[in-house]
């Protein structure tokens, strides 16, 4: 699954050279691009990730779905806790180990999210890694089968496996059955958010690119972004002076 990732990036940043740079969103320069990956990838979501989605939430009981969410959350929390590091977070850094720590053991192996009832949970990851130390997210990037992206975020995926157990685990069956197990519990969690797209007229590609861009924006500033710089722009230029 790690050999597949980087192959998929490697060959998506690749054809993106045949790709018109003329997209209407500066940050999306690809976007003739983009958008036929966008359609293959719902085509495949439709067809098989969708429907086995679907059984998974039929046929999972909620408590089992939690034992699922909270264990793939306990293995995320290691690469959270490697990426705090990485950005000098060490305060930060220590309640995430904790927080692996105690849901390791006290959890039964992260079935069970001890550590939340005192230990908040963060997200980092190497993409954010990346711009905490000033590099720009690059062109947005819709990867095949992948989804959203950046150019920075793509090359996060792929630093972010040097900390994955999952990616670490050497029986390459059991790595891949995690690997699917996780993504189907992924894909189970967005069923519910669903409706607010397909509930109103909007540019699906469009709504998921912004909020991907907004939402990654927001998480390498820690929720405070610095204000537009070009905000004044769209202030009348000729404002006539008081009498």
């Known amino acids: ?17 045949c790709a018109s740079t ?11 691009f983009n958008r036929k990956v966008y359609q293959f990838n719902e085509t495949v ?5 969708k429907p086995v989605a679907q059984g998974y939430d039929n046929v999972m009981p909620d408590t089992g779905k939690i034992l699922v969410i909270n264990f793939f959350s306990n293995l995320d929390d290691v690469v959270v806790t490697a990426n705090d590091l990485l ?32 230990i908040d949970k963060h997200n980092e990851d190497f993409g954010l890694t990346l711009g905490h130390w ?23 995926d792929i630093g972010d496996t040097q900390f994955s157990l999952i990616a670490r685990t050497k029986k390459i069956r059991t790595r891949n059955q995690l690997y699917i197990t996780k ?8 069923l519910g958010e669903e409706g607010v797209m397909e509930g109103a007229i909007i540019d699906r590609y469009a709504f998921i690119r912004d909020a991907y861009l907004q939402r990654r924006e927001n998480q390498v500033y820690d929720g405070n972004p610095p204000q537009d710089i070009d905000n004044e722009d769209s202030m009348p230029q000729d404002t006539p002076a008081a009498p």
């Open 183 to 190: 993504a189907i519990k992924r894909r189970a969690q967005l």
């Open 134 to 156: 000033g590099i720009k997210s690059g062109p947005y990037l819709e990867v095949p089968l992948l989804g959203p992206s950046t150019f920075r975020d793509s090359v996060g």
């Open 45 to 49: 979501d439709k067809a098989i990730v």
């Open 1 to 17: 699954m790690n050999l597949l990732r980087i192959l998929l990036v490697i060959t998506t940043v690749a054809t993106t050279g």
């Open 87 to 118: 950005q000098f977070k060490l305060t930060q850094a220590f309640s995430d180990s904790m927080r692996v720590l105690v849901n390791s053991t006290i959890g039964i192996g992260g079935l069970v999210d001890v550590a939340s009832r005192n």
């Open 22 to 32: 003329h997209g209407k969103n500066p940050a999306d320069p690809l976007e003739p």
